[in-house]
């Protein structure tokens, strides 16, 4: 279904954008507001062209042409970003991604940067939505959720480094160990007694863990859960391993009591879901695109011989 709409309305933005103004001037094109470019790329396009503008309109010659492209692969890499955050939409935990456009100051040396290098650099300018998915029940004795916005779980993963997540959805490995669904031991270590029965699991919302063993009709404490959270979003910094975050080294990191201090409580055989929004997402996206094909047809105008090769990076180390 998701397709389908994509493809129909990536079609409309092909073909119902504005056309561009041609100047008077000899060999120049002209870009105002009336083309339907946004107030934001407005802002974006006055740093980048201080010279060519008065007001919202700005004229463009062919000596522009390297800070043309230079938005034109900023606009693709904004829509990878969009696609993936869309293709993201039902994964557990995932938090939007944004790429903000205005952090990136434009230098002489970009012109000679090639493709995966200007990617590279873009991916600097890339941030995270840390706000709150609705949350969905599951009746799973394993999964959890938190019931605010503040607060990670922790994960080791095999490499020992510790992971920070929102995707609370854990089982048992071989050792009776609670780990991620993909194997990442939930930190600090607990592991089910082993004559615990699973289907009495019990997780109060402060993370005390409650069983009750066979043969036995009163639940026992064997273990509690923590959340951890951070003085400063922004030192965390994804990791291609899992729908995970790393603590840069300067990042202050607190390990503190669900419901205490602000913390969310959590929330037995729940999983918050992605906190992507289709609907604006994909709105947006349709509009990167439009203004794509705008400033497409903008170079076109200036080098009749141009061609532009719109791959998306699909690298993880430059879209992750």
Excluded: W
């Excluded at 493809?7 to 056309?19: E, G, K, S, Y």
């Excluded at 230079?70 to 994964?91: A, G």
């Amino acid at each position: 279904m998701i397709i389908f709409r994509s493809f129909t309305l990536v079609i409309f933005a092909l073909v119902t954008f504005p056309t561009l103004l041609i100047s008077k001037e000899k060999n120049r094109v002209v870009l105002d507001s009336s083309t339907g470019i946004s107030d934001k790329h407005i802002i974006t396009l006055k740093n980048l062209f201080p010279k060519r503008h008065v007001g919202t309109r700005f004229s463009f010659s062919k000596a522009d042409m390297d800070r043309i492209i230079f938005f034109l692969h900023s606009l693709n890499y904004d829509i990878s970003v969009r696609i993936k955050n869309i293709s993201m939409l039902n994964h557990y935990g995932y938090k939007r991604e944004f790429f903000d456009q205005s952090k990136i100051i434009y230098k002489p040396k970009y012109a000679s940067f090639n493709r995966d290098q200007l990617y590279k650099l873009f991916s600097s300018a890339i941030y995270y939505d840390f706000s709150m998915g609705s949350l969905q029940s599951t009746g799973l004795r394993l999964d959890f959720a938190l019931s605010n916005s503040l607060g990670f779980f922790a994960l080791q993963a095999p490499d020992g480094k510790t992971l920070y997540t929102r995707n609370g959805s854990f089982k048992l490995d071989s050792s009776r160990a609670i780990v991620s669904s993909n194997g990442y031991l939930l930190q600090p270590f607990i592991v089910l007694p082993e004559d615990g029965l699973l289907e009495t699991l019990l997780v109060s919302e402060n993370g005390d863990l409650y069983i009750t063993k066979v043969g036995s009709s009163t639940p026992i404490k064997f273990g509690k859960i923590p959340v951890y959270h951070f003085n400063n979003l922004y030192a965390l910094k994804p990791t291609s391993q899992c729908i995970c975050f790393v603590a840069e080294s300067n990042a202050k990191i607190f390990k503190g009591t669900p419901g205490l201090n602000g913390l969310g409580t959590i929330l037995q055989s729940f999983l918050e879901m992605s906190n992507v929004n289709y609907n604006d997402e994909f709105s947006e996206l349709m509009y990167q695109i439009k203004t794509q094909n705008l400033i497409i047809q903008m170079i076109q105008r200036l080098d009749k011989n141009f061609l532009y090769d719109n791959r998306l990076p699909t690298s993880d180390k430059f879209i992750r």
